[in-house]
């Protein structure tokens, strides 16, 4: 590996990663730039797992999905086991998915069957939080060398940043747009019922407890119809 050549092409990848403007472009770009910069990567793909259910994310290739669904239905494999670990080990690198049959006896025959050959995985975390697993696929056995292994480890490293950031901006935009909302609907209200700020937000407060509607939902109600009957 040209490893002059691949440290200005991380550099590029690491500021198209913090110029995307959402989540998904964010992870789309995490993706395809495994494609594009690891030796031997066919496919990529993150998987996360909420409540014990599996996502996957910003997959470059069928394989990927129908890879992450098998584990998902099996409740075993390498990658659901990455995205759930709380170990220290955040690497995992097979080089021939057949011999690890010991291991995965149901996925691992199975996910040959769909075509792969190899698999790395990079756990994606930060110092404070867990994000699931950046997971490489090849169709072809010992595709994935230590060189590969360094250069996945590395855009791991830039992926989970940039994605925490990405969710951190979103989350906080969505906070905003909250917001906004909310003060909108307690000005509907505070002109329609000549009530003070504070009993306008009450008003909204009592209805989404009562109805267990969020609030910023019952927000968006009376926006929309001018009151909540």
Known sequence: MDWGRFAQQMASMARNLLAQDSVDGTLQRIT?????LVDGCDAAGILVLHDHQVETLAPTDQLVIDSHQLQARLREGPCFDAAQTAQEERVFRIADLTSEQPRWP????QAHA???GSM???VLFTDDEDLGALNLYSRKTGAFTEASELAGWLLASHAAIAFSS???HAQMEHA???RHVIGEAMGILMGRHHVTEDQAFDVLRRY???NNI???EVARLVCEKGSLT
């Open 32 to 36: 395809a730039s495994a494609t594009e």
């Open 106 to 109: 149901a996925y691992a025959p």
């Open 114 to 116: 769909l075509g792969v």
């Open 120 to 122: 790395m995985g990079f």
């Open 166 to 168: 990405a969710r951190t």
């Open 176 to 178: 905003v747009a909250t």
């Open 208 to 210: 989404s407890q009562e």
């Open 214 to 216: 969020k609030l910023r």
